[in-house]
Nanobody
């Protein structure tokens, strides 16, 4: 069993930065890929970034590539999403999800074993 808890969200001005954390409990965290999704009001959940279970592969949505960086610290059981150059359109609830031995590439939502509750990111113009 793995529990995921997101943190680091908040209110920031356009052009600013935030670092989100996805902290996991459970001894098997290192065997799970972690993917970040976001959902804005009235919009379907969308893929943001993913990192493979061993950290060897990373994937980004085209809308965030070059601005966001995903990384994992296995010793801390945490995956980070560094968000720079934030834009108002990045405003959303961000949540992380885990899939066993995944590549980090987005898959069907039903394939994810565990989900976090999410953290709100608001970017003002």
């Amino acid at each position: 069993q793995v529990q995921l808890v997101e943190s680091g969200g908040g209110l920031v001005q356009a052009g600013g930065s935030l670092r989100l954390s996805c902290a996991a409990s459970g001894r098997t965290f290192s065997t799970y890929a972690i993917t970040w999704f976001r959902r804005a009001p009235g919009v379907d959940r969308e893929f943001v970034a993913g990192i493979s279970w061993n950290g060897g592969s990373k994937y980004y949505a085209s809308s965030v590539k070059g601005r966001f960086t995903i990384s994992r610290d296995t010793a801390k059981n945490t995956v980070y999403l560094q968000m720079d150059g934030l834009k108002p359109e990045d405003t959303a609830v961000y949540c992380c999800a885990a899939d066993s031995y995944g590549s980090g590439y987005p898959v069907m939502e039903s394939k994810y074993n565990f989900w976090g509750q999410g953290t709100q990111v608001t970017v003002s113009s």
